[in-house]
């Protein structure tokens, strides 16, 4: 275990504590609320890493590094920033995806721009989002989304 999940480990246990301390009653009920949520989500999350088990069964690993790790990085970050684009998948479920990617061999430039792209950009939700917000807003927020995914990604390559 690294020194920043320690870290968090501590200071979760720290407020927790001092949550039951305050209000032994709302702590415990929150705890069963979301334990209940929990019990709620827990097919769906088994379902998706099924899903995520079968995705990296049938595209094997050396697929993987070939299209997102030794082939053009550029092509590649801008090709799974598209493909984020238009994926609607849970950010609990897409952190997972990633990390498997990135253990199968793929270059982390595109795997980040996937990521950031599947969380920022909405081209599924952009008819909700449209009708919210309006259509200006809408094509607005996506676009700087989009060009900043790939900044993010670019950086995190500079970084790593």
């Known amino acids: 275990m690294d020194i920043f999940t320690m870290i968090l480990w501590v200071i ?9 301390i305050k209000d032994k009653k709302k702590t415990l009920n929150s705890i069963k609320m979301s334990s209940g949520m929990m019990k ?4 769906e999350i088994i379902g998706i890493l099924f899903l995520i ?19 053009n990085t550029f092509i590649a970050t801008i090709t799974s920033a598209f493909v984020g684009s238009i994926t609607l998948i849970p950010a ?3 952190f997972p995806l990633v ?5 199968a061999g793929a270059n ?3 795997v980040v ?5 599947l969380t920022m950009v909405g081209v599924v939700t952009f008819p ?3 009708r919210e917000f309006g259509t200006k807003f809408t094509v607005i927020r996506n676009s700087l989304s989009f060009v900043f995914a790939i900044i993010i990604a670019l950086l995190m390559g500079v970084a790593m």
């Not at 979760?12 to 039951?20: E, M, R």
């Not at 990390?99 to 253990?103: D, M, P, R, Y």
């Open 108 to 110: 982390i430039v595109p």
């Open 128 to 130: 909700l989002e449209k």
């Open 53 to 71: 088990g079968l995705l990296l069964t049938f595209i094997p690993p050396d697929t993987i590094n070939d299209y997102m790790g030794k082939s």
């Open 12 to 20: 979760t246990v720290t407020w927790f504590i001092w949550s039951i």
């Open 99 to 103: 990390g498997s990617l990135v253990n």
């Open 92 to 94: 609990f479920v897409a």
């Open 113 to 117: 721009a996937f990521l950031t792209t």
């Open 40 to 43: 709620n989500m827990m097919g």
